[in-house]
Nanobody
Framework: QVQLVESGGGLVQAGGSLRLSCAAS????????ASWYRQAPGKQRELVAA???????NYADSVKGRFTISRDNAKNTVYLQMSSLKPEDTAVYYC?????????????????WGQGTQVTVSS
């Protein structure tokens, strides 16, 4: 079964750093585009960072210069390095990816979401 599993969330003081990981498991052929979203209590889910299959990256204005999205294609893993964290970064962070995976003998593209990982930044 294909799935995305996030890890690396936790409690950190303002100004600190965390690195989130999103590992794709199952019969994965490759990760195409991948993104990190977050959702704070009472707010809509928002896009934080995105990377294309070619390695390009885009960021929300609120995290530019502080967050870095990267990928290790050999490990089928996407990362989000978060630095200079602020209390307003507190949210559940979700990984989203367009994966090419085997279904039997066939390759199929599909979008997947991880289960989310909590990031809490204390002031």
């Amino acid at each position: 079964q294909v799935q995305l599993v996030e890890s690396g969330g936790g409690l950190v003081q303002a100004g600190g750093s965390l690195r989130l990981s999103c590992a794709a498991s199952g019969t994965i052929f490759k990760i195409n585009a991948a993104s990190w979203y977050r959702q704070a209590p009472g707010k809509q889910r928002e896009l934080v960072a995105a990377t294309t299959s070619g390695g390009g990256a885009n960021y929300a204005d609120s995290v530019k210069g502080r967050f870095t999205i990267s990928r290790d294609n050999a490990k089928n893993t996407v990362y989000l390095q978060m630095s200079s964290l602020k209390p307003e970064d507190t949210a559940v962070y979700y990984c989203n990816a367009d994966l090419t995976a085997y279904t039997g003998a066939f390759l199929r593209d599909a979008e997947y979401w991880g289960q989310g990982t909590q990031v809490t930044v204390s002031s």
